[in-house]
């Protein structure tokens, strides 16, 4: 059974940084690539990074652009996103997915983000 | 950048009753990249439909996806009681903005 954990959200000051994590189970990690997703509170969903099976190729939305890393450790079966700069804005649930393309077949639960003045 | 304009907005509709949903690209699209999401309250979204009318696995065939160009449709047939939530539709890296699907 395909599972996604995300974990990492929290409450964090504006201009903070935030780790978000996502371990991976039941499937071949390192043959997938992987995305994250989000949603603001009440909000519908935004994209916001692509990362390909082997790393060789690395997407972002241009709202998070210079701010968000995408990472991954194939070894490790985790997916990462380092948020630097975080912004009222960037207040969401966050949601890994694996991808077919750009489609995501399995979505983890999401771990929640929430950057406070 | 490709805009993808959902419609209605809210859908009204009662168990057993057929639902259409809309999806307009702002310009002509692959229907290779073309999703269809649900999501209920609380949970993630899930994958309904990919390549415009492919259902994924698991999907009920009362679910189905069609359409081509700009103009994409996602039906449902016979609505189940638990078939009520949002259903998002996604191109690459844009999704829709969405259409609610409620109990009348």
């Known amino acids: 059974e395909v599972q996604l954990v995300e974990s990492g959200g929290g409450l964090v000051q504006r201009g903070g940084s935030l780790r978000l994590s996502c371990a991976a189970s039941g499937f071949s990690f390192s043959s997938y690539s992987m995305n994250w997703v989000r949603q603001a509170p009440g909000k519908g969903l935004e994209w916001v990074s692509y990362i390909s099976s082997s790393n060789s190729t690395i997407y972002y939305a241009d709202s998070v652009k210079g701010r968000f890393t995408i990472s991954r450790d194939n070894a490790k079966n985790s997916l990462y996103l380092q948020m630097n700069s975080l912004r009222d804005e960037d207040t969401a649930v966050y949601y890994c997915a694996r991808a077919l393309a750009m489609i995501q077949d399995y979505w983890g639960q999401g771990t929640l983000v929430t950057v406070s003045s | 950048e490709i805009v993808l304009t959902q419609s209605p907005g809210t859908l009204s509709l009662s168990p057993g009753e057929r639902a259409t949903l809309s999806c307009r690209a702002s310009q002509s699209v692959s229907s290779s990249y073309l999703a269809w999401y649900q999501q209920k309250p609380g949970q993630a979204p899930r994958l309904l439909i990919y390549g415009a009318s492919s259902r994924a696995t698991g999907i009920p065939d009362r679910f189905s996806g069609s359409g081509?160009?700009?103009?994409?449709?996602?039906?449902?047939?016979?609505?189940?009681?638990?078939?009520?939530?949002?259903?998002?539709?996604?191109?690459?890296?844009?999704?829709?903005?969405?259409?609610?699907?409620?109990i009348k």
């Open chain 2, 68 to 102: 081509s160009g700009t103009d994409f449709t996602l039906t449902i047939s016979r609505l189940e009681p638990e078939d009520f939530a949002v259903y998002y539709c996604q191109k690459w890296s844009t999704f829709g903005q969405g259409t609610r699907l409620e």
